[in-house]
């Protein structure tokens, strides 16, 4: 089994458009009594308030949004080209209605306050919540925009949290 190791976060070189829109990421929170794990596409990685950021955008229907709100720290799990199906089904599954870790198979590694991520991932962020913000109506200056993201206006909250630490696990 590969380990993962620590990487600078000023090191990271990754091609962050397709990161998020091709390759996904499974957003977890909780602890080891009880975390929940859905499949994400919308978010980023920057540089805010003189800290390394990710930011990740939850609906609030999402069992996960439970998970959000009650802990301090999340994580995000990137896995190449791998464990597709795992992705399709925690993206397309609930966590009130199925086990997603019995379903996948995937294993789950807990780290830092309890908290989660999955030992077959090649890269993981793990955050500290910063900020959060509920996308606002008022705010679009683009309405077409809103209309088509939010006709039923479940406007997703907004988290930013501080990268604590990256991991990575190397090829061969
Ligand atoms: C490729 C893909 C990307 C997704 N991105 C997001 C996202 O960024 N934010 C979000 O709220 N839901 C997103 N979803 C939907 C959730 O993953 C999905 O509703 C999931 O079943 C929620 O699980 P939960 O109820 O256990 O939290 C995405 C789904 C897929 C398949």
């Not at 399709?88 to 966590?95: E, I, K, P, V």
Request: glycine share 6%.
């Amino acid at each position: 089994m590969k380990e993962f190791t620590f990487m600078d976060v000023n090191r990271l070189k990754e091609q962050i458009v397709p990161l998020f829109s091709e390759e996904w990421f499974l957003l977890t929170a909780g602890d080891k009594k009880k975390f929940n794990t859905m499949t994400c596409a919308w978010g980023g990685v920057g540089y805010l308030w003189n800290q390394p950021v990710t930011f990740v955008f939850v609906r609030p229907q999402r069992f996960t949004y439970e998970f959000m709100e009650k802990n301090d720290l999340f994580t995000m799990s990137f896995f190449g080209d791998t464990n597709r199906e795992n992705l399709n089904f925690c993206g397309t599954n609930s966590g009130r209605d199925v086990n997603k870790i019995e379903q996948t198979g995937l294993t789950p590694v807990f780290d830092i306050e309890d908290t989660v991520y999955f030992n077959q991932a090649r890269m993981v962020m793990i955050c500290r919540k910063l900020y959060f913000q509920d996308i606002n109506e008022s705010g679009f200056a683009d309405s077409q925009m809103k209309n088509a993201v939010y006709p039923e206006s479940d406007f997703h909250r907004m988290y930013i949290g501080r990268i604590e630490q990256l991991l990575v696990k190397h090829a061969g």
